[in-house]
């Protein structure tokens, strides 16, 4: 193994992916991290953390949290799942992917280690993340659940701060099949005493998390009853809102790098993150909060979300791809004024397929298409399956192939849109 992607291969072939195979890649509890944390000195107790859970928002979340500590002068680590083009993009420091020799030679140097463990692969990304972190001496790491939480193999740290966004129905073959057992298993990641900042209060489910709460003895806050975001507006690519905190204006016009309507909610608990940040010794000024919001892209180097890859005609894509994901997309498009609605659109197979395809409008045309990984629901049979919710169009299995047709067909005032799966959008080549 000389090469990065010969070691990345390694990793897909040796180590079971869940991104890949589904289900079957998950290793139950926590036995596999702690024995690899050990083994390497236990790397996540050398930096404060913050750790974040949910099921819409959380790699929003985690980008906007790494941009404002960056833009206050703060050396930030940030582990996140899954990626998008590069392995690497998963483990950052200040916004840089983490080298490809460091990859392949922390491979190399505990192949052995993980042949005796046999861990899954997002619990050798988990410790090849802590053990960066540790080498790069940051000041703070966000880590960002893979799935779920309590069995989560991030959910080893003790962090300063606990986020998690929101709670919608998605993975429920693995975390459960109601709200509540999937809240369960969020609130896993809230610990002895650490502050916990729900970013939506969801009044159905609210419960759940005040009693982990209590029995954690852990400072519970709902950060939408104390922060609302209104006369909210799209403007040159940017979301532009008033911020008030317990009913004062805290910032007029924050500007929003992330254009998503759906990032008001992130941004009421990534604001009450840093408000327990300063509690606890951090120094984050409003000029810093400003400044990561407005630049989280440049600063992180997120993609997929509610992207513009072109404009005329305009060309958008977004990672949301469960229920509640496609309804934020769907109230996006509101937002824009156009002709036709033209939709490439693809899915891996464990979701519900039936009611993403109930929500998606009648009208658009659609390119129906497929990730190239196993976990895929083939093409064909989501055209039938589409067919039956009245929605019309045609197979084009390559995403790249669906989007040129796309436009081919288009008029400079028509709207594509690609997404469907974090991994439709992962394989454009102009993303």
């Known amino acids: 193994m000389n090469s990065f992607q010969e070691t990345v291969k390694y990793l897909y072939e040796s ?21 690899l944390c050990e083994a390497l000195d236990n790397p996540q107790k050398s930096f404060p953390s913050i750790h974040i859970a949910g099921t819409n928002g959380k790699g929003s979340s985690s980008h906007f949290l790494a941009a ?30 983490i080298p490809e020799e460091i990859v392949v030679n922390f491979v190399q140097n505990h192949k052995v280690l993980f042949e005796k463990l046999n861990p899954s692969f997002f619990e050798m990304t988990t410790i090849l993340g802590f053990d960066y972190f540790k080498s790069q001496k940051v000041d703070i790491a966000i880590i960002e659940t893979g799935l779920g939480g309590r069995l989560d193999s991030t959910n080893i740290i003790q962090p300063l701060v606990s986020l998690i966004t929101n709670i919608s129905l998605d993975h429920q073959n693995i975390l459960g099949d109601t709200l509540a057992k999937i809240a369960g298993e969020k609130a896993g990641i809230i610990k002895q005493g650490v502050p916990v900042v729900l970013s939506e209060m969801q009044e159905s489910i609210a419960e759940v998390f005040i009693q982990a709460a209590e029995a954690k003895k852990s400072t519970i806050t709902f950060a939408s009853s104390e922060f609302s ?28 790098g992330l254009p998503g309507l759906y990032q008001l909610k992130n941004l009421a608990g990534v604001l009450e993150t840093t408000n327990v940040l300063n509690q606890k010794g951090f120094k984050i000024d409003e000029t810093a909060i400003r400044k990561g919001i407005e630049d989280v892209v440049g600063l992180t180097g997120l993609k997929g979300r509610w992207q513009v890859l072109e404009t005329d005609p305009m060309v958008v894509c977004d990672t949301g791809h469960n229920e509640a ?20 659109f693809g899915v891996v197979k464990d979701k519900d397929v039936s009611k993403i395809l109930a929500l998606l409008p009648k009208e658009a045309i659609y390119y129906f298409c497929m990730p190239k990984i196993p976990r895929a629901l083939d093409a064909e049979v989501l055209y039938q399956k589409a ?32 997404g469907g799966s974090t991994f439709v959008v992962s394989e454009l080549d102009n993303l």
């Open 68 to 97: 404002i500590l960056q833009a206050a002068g703060y050396r930030v680590g940030l582990f996140t799942s899954p990626h998008l083009k590069s392995f690497a993009e998963r483990i950052k420091v200040n916004g840089e992917n």
């Open 387 to 418: 067919e039956q919710y009245g929605l019309k169009g045609e197979v084009e299995k390559d995403v790249n192939c669906a989007l040129q047709k796309a436009k081919a067909a288009a008029s400079q005032d028509d709207f594509i849109f690609i």
């Open 325 to 344: 994901g496609i309804m934020e997309v769907l109230n996006q498009l509101k937002c824009y004024s156009y002709k036709r609605l033209f939709m490439v």
């Open 15 to 35: 180590l079971p992916m869940f991104e890949k195979v589904g289900s079957s890649a998950l290793k139950s509890g926590l036995d596999n991290i702690s024995a």
């Open 229 to 256: 975001l209104i006369n909210k507006r799209l403007e040159n690519g940017y979301l532009i809102s008033d911020v008030f905190h317990n009913g004062s204006l805290k910032y007029k016009d924050l500007k929003s």
